[in-house]
């Protein structure tokens, strides 16, 4: 009696994972279908990320160009050349970023 007992308690328990197991099948699925307007959105602007932040470096540096031209201590020398061999070295390797996009 008590062996089948177990086995009853056994079935029932597999019966409650299977349903379960359907169950989590289902709601993911609808978890797809709701989140799928969010996900084609994400896409489209990671889309463009690397565009935009090429463009926004490049008017950074242009913009802090023109203010170091104007400025009155115009300084030259090692500094200057490392800022311009750092600017170089960003933009190539956002541009080489781009290209294998």
Not at 31 to 52: C, I, M, N
Not at 89 to 95: A, F, I, Q, V
């Amino acid at each position: 009696m008590k062996l089948l007992e177990l086995e009853r308690q056994r079935e029932a328990l597999q019966h409650q994972i299977m349903q379960d197991r359907l169950d989590i099948v289902h709601a993911s699925q609808q978890w797809r279908e709701a989140s799928q307007p969010f996900d084609r959105a994400w896409l489209k602007v990671a889309r463009y990320k690397g565009v935009a932040l090429t463009m926004i470096s490049l008017g950074t540096a242009w913009k802090a160009r023109r203010n170091r031209k104007q400025s009155p201590k115009n300084k030259k020398g090692l500094a200057g050349v490392m800022r311009k061999v750092m600017l170089g070295y960003t933009l190539y390797n956002r541009g080489k970023g781009l290209i294998k996009r």
